[in-house]
């Protein structure tokens, strides 16, 4: 059973009631509501003065328990979106340095091969110069140190740390624990006493040859943190966000002011959402990595701490333009739950007991003494009392549901931005792998000398090293060496094509005279790639006389865009991503590049690519899109690059954007019927007047009028139960007042389709001339009115016959609408 807690008079779940008092937008709403239900309180008190005491308690009743679900409910959604906006921040931030240090761990296992570095330790050759170069192209390295086997520092890049030789612990570790590589965090003497993340390998003196060295990579730790820190900012954003280690220490954290690193951290409270440190309390979402190709880091989590007193805050809650969009989607969109759907049928259920309350209040009184009555005349300004009351309630309600159902697609909204904004993360990432990887493949000495001396062995020896290369980066599709007219000296492969290849962006690599510049092509059909879409990374190969050829490396597009796209879906409770989600990368003028689940083909034009054209790069947002009748919560981000590859603000043809989409519902469902307004009748006849009351009542798309003397009541009846041998247009039994009375659906008796939905029914009890009893199905009740008989108009000819239960129509009260109230006759309605 659920456990629940009373705060100020309203019963909250037992998770979220220590949190209501920080919770400005659910106190505004139980203020107005407490202020609201004491008058409605009162006027139960005079009401028993009358015969609408007991309704109008038990309608006060009704109020006040929509006001508890309602308000737990929206008490639960904000913290429920909170939580859910600090668990997807941490989970991007420990997944985006996850897939980053996995590019770490290949990186160390490679360079540790390379000649030049096994030439240095076996000769003594300077080797800075290559270090420099390798840092050059992998930015995200701030040392490369070469050692001995003895732990002496052989090389170094950052000559400015004086230490000699490395930490006799990580020698071992690096020499002697036969793992690959070894990652270590901490402070190193190596460092120079800083703090650092170091991946480590054995040299050897050939593939299968024995150790001869070390080689330790320093990542740029700190500096990659702060990046990740701010890409995952936002305006106003009151979160903090941290790395932990298994002991719950800080090890990186976004506001050291708050939480400084080196910080233990306390574990979260009995209710597993919230924690105290430095005298403060906040809201915790914990989460560990998702982990990459088998990798899990370090071993780390990424925490989001955000301060209870700043999570709640009403100006972030509802943010949403559009609150119509927002209830009509939240109506018809399984995403949602029943819970939150089942809210605003329950409010209007309640105004509806509310309009059907004073109905029969006015009802009542025109039965009693034509209305002159002292008693009659305080029952109607009680009833006008109880109908703007009434109204101001409703009104809080739907302020507090359009509140709760802003907050639940706003919460959708954000997911699918942030998922989008990791997608392209993601992306741009690789791609800077990618740069780096042809960038530096492009100096190694077998394929430069193939690429000068072109000849048989060369060639075959610059086949073997791409084919190794392949074989360990598995993201290509092949790599190939080309001379300076296209033609392919050596491909990983290992067919070579014979005659020169043609490409668009060939003689823009073959043109490069930079060491450092590469060249991407755009998302096009490439022979090299079977004639599919995708991406050619390419770099200059240096010779005597200058550019020698090009490495090209063909990017296996699909898995690798199919997998990133994956990554980046929202997930449901137990992980697993939304049946509902798709993902897409889209280039800038509108071809898709990749998408899951084969929504729309490769090459084919998204239907939103007009969105993308003016994005800025970096830009991110989350809107709702229509798509072939169906619409999609979407985040959309532009790629920006990382680091220094691509990260111009200059937008281009080739930017590529991320769309994340999660489907609602369909517009028709969407849209809605809409609803018809009610009849405003003509203004009040005057005492002493002759005049006529009259009843108004809404069934199917047409107000009607009932004289009122012949009504007796509007109820609410759970079934009509079926009977077989009635009139026609008669569509059961209803019991009332212990009397089964027939139930006329003048829609049937019309031909018409019935509009009777749910299950209850609104029945107008009325009564023959000859006191026969009988239902009335109706859709809803309208206004109780009087009129001076000299309003009620002859019927049109074309109504009269068509209609032969009109008696008469009342022209509306407003002149700028011309509809009119048609009178019916009741005896009429019973007969057969």
């Avoid at 409010?347 to 007991?353: C, L």
């Avoid at 007219?485 to 823009?508: D, E, K, Y």
Wanted: aromatic share 6%; glycine share 10%; proline share 4%.
């Amino acid at each position: 059973m659920q456990k629940t807690s009373v705060v100020k008079g309203v019963r909250f779940d037992a998770a979220v009631a220590p949190l209501v008092s920080r919770m400005e937008l659910v106190n505004d709403h139980r203020e107005s509501l407490q202020r609201l239900a004491d008058i409605w309180d009162q006027l139960a008190l005079l009401g028993q003065m009358s015969d609408s005491g007991t309704d109008i308690a038990s309608t006060g009743a009704r109020f006040h328990e929509l006001t508890g679900v309602l308000l737990d409910s929206l008490a639960r959604r904000l913290l429920q979106d909170a939580l859910r906006t600090a668990r997807a921040k941490a989970q991007t931030g420990i997944d985006i340095l996850v897939r980053n240090l996995y590019e770490r761990t290949a990186d160390i296992g490679f360079l540790a091969t390379d000649s030049a570095l096994r030439d240095a330790i076996a000769g003594g050759a300077q080797v800075r110069q290559r270090l420099r170069a390798y840092a050059t192209k992998y930015s995200v390295y701030d040392d490369v140190i070469l050692l001995g086997t003895d732990g002496a520092v052989l090389a170094r890049l950052d000559e400015s740390v004086a230490a000699a030789a490395a930490d006799g612990e990580l020698m071992q570790a690096v020499l002697h624990s036969g793992a690959p590589f070894v990652e270590s965090f901490g402070r190193f003497e190596l460092l120079g006493g800083r703090r650092g993340l170091l991946y480590g390998a054995p040299v050897r003196e050939s593939d299968a040859g024995a150790v001869i060295g070390a080689l330790c990579l320093s990542f740029r730790f700190d500096d990659e943190m702060r990046a990740i820190f701010a890409a995952l900012a936002s305006r106003d954003d009151a979160s903090v966000v941290l790395l932990l280690d298994a002991g719950r220490t800080v090890i990186a954290s976004s506001d050291a002011q708050q939480v400084p690193v080196g910080a233990v951290l306390p574990r979260a409270n009995a209710l597993g959402h919230g924690l105290r440190f430095g005298g403060r309390d906040y809201l915790a979402a914990q989460t560990p990595a998702a982990g990459y190709q088998g990798y899990r880091g370090p071993g780390w989590d990424g925490c989001v701490l955000v301060p209870v007193d700043l999570a709640f805050r009403a100006d972030i809650a509802g943010s949403t333009s559009d609150a119509a969009l927002s209830s009509r989607v939240v109506a018809a969109s399984r995403l949602f739950g029943e819970e939150l759907q089942a809210i605003p049928a329950h409010a209007k259920s309640i105004q509806r007991g509310l309009e059907r309350l004073v109905w029969n209040g006015q009802v009542r009184i025109r039965h009693g003494q034509d209305g002159h009555a002292p008693n009659a005349h305080f029952a109607g300004a009680l009833l006008e009392r109880v109908t703007r009351t009434g109204q101001r309630i409703s009104a809080v309600f739907e302020h507090a549901i359009g509140d709760l159902q802003q907050s639940a697609v706003a919460s959708v909204l954000e997911e699918v931005r942030a998922c989008s904004a990791l997608g392209i993360d993601i992306m741009d990432r690789s791609f800077y792998e990618r740069a780096n990887d042809c960038r530096w493949w492009a100096l190694d000495s077998s394929l430069q000398r193939a690429a000068r001396e072109r000849d048989a062995r060369a060639c075959s020896e610059a086949t073997a090293v791409l084919g190794r290369i392949n074989g360990l980066y598995t993201v290509y599709s092949q790599l190939l060496l080309l001379d300076p007219q296209g033609r392919v000296l050596a491909a990983s492969n290992g067919t070579p094509a014979t005659a020169p290849l043609v490409a668009a962006w060939l003689p823009a690599a073959l043109a490069l005279r930079d060491e450092q510049a590469f060249v991407r092509s755009s998302f096009a059909a490439s022979p090299l790639y079977g004639d599919r879409h995708t991406y050619v990374f390419a770099a200059p190969v240096q010779g005597a006389g200058g550019n020698a050829g090009c490495v090209a490396i063909v990017f296996d597009s699909e898995p690798q865009m199919q997998a990133m796209l994956r990554d980046a879906l929202p997930v449901d409770a137990e992980g697993r991503p939304m049946p509902q989600a798709l993902g897409l990368f889209v280039a800038r003028g509108g071809a898709v590049v990749a998408s899951t689940g084969g929504a729309w083909k490769t090459g084919t034009t998204a239907p939103f690519a007009d969105r993308l054209a003016q994005l800025a790069r970096g830009a991110s947002s989350g809107t709702v899109l229509e798509i072939d009748g169906m619409l999609y919560a979407a985040g959309i981000t532009m790629s920006c690059g990382y680091r220094e590859y691509e990260s111009g603000g200059t937008c281009g043809p080739d930017d590529v954007a991320c769309v994340i989409l999660i489907a609602l519902c369909e517009r028709a469902a969407q849209d809605g019927a809409t609803a018809l307004e009610p009849f405003d009748p003509p203004a009040g006849s005057l005492p002493g007047t002759d005049r006529v009351a009259i009843a108004s009542a809404l069934v199917g798309d047409q107000w009607l009028g009932l004289p009122a003397s012949q009504v007796i009541e509007a109820v609410v009846v759970p079934q009509v139960a079926s009977v077989s041998g009635v009139a026609a247009g008669t569509t059961g039994i209803a019991i009332h007042d212990g009397q089964a009375l027939a139930v006329v659906d003048l829609q049937r008796r019309r031909g018409l389709p019935s509009t009777a939905s749910g299950a209850d029914r609104l029945l107008v009890v009325c009564k023959t001339d000859s006191g026969q009893r009988f239902a009335l199905r109706v859709d809803e009740v309208g206004t109780v009115f009087d009129a001076q008989r000299s309003a009620l108009q002859d019927l049109p000819a074309a109504l009269a016959a068509h209609d032969p239960l009109a008696t008469a129509v009342v022209r509306g009260g407003n002149p700028s609408d011309q509809r009119m109230l048609t009178i019916i006759s009741v005896d009429k309605l019973i007969s057969k």
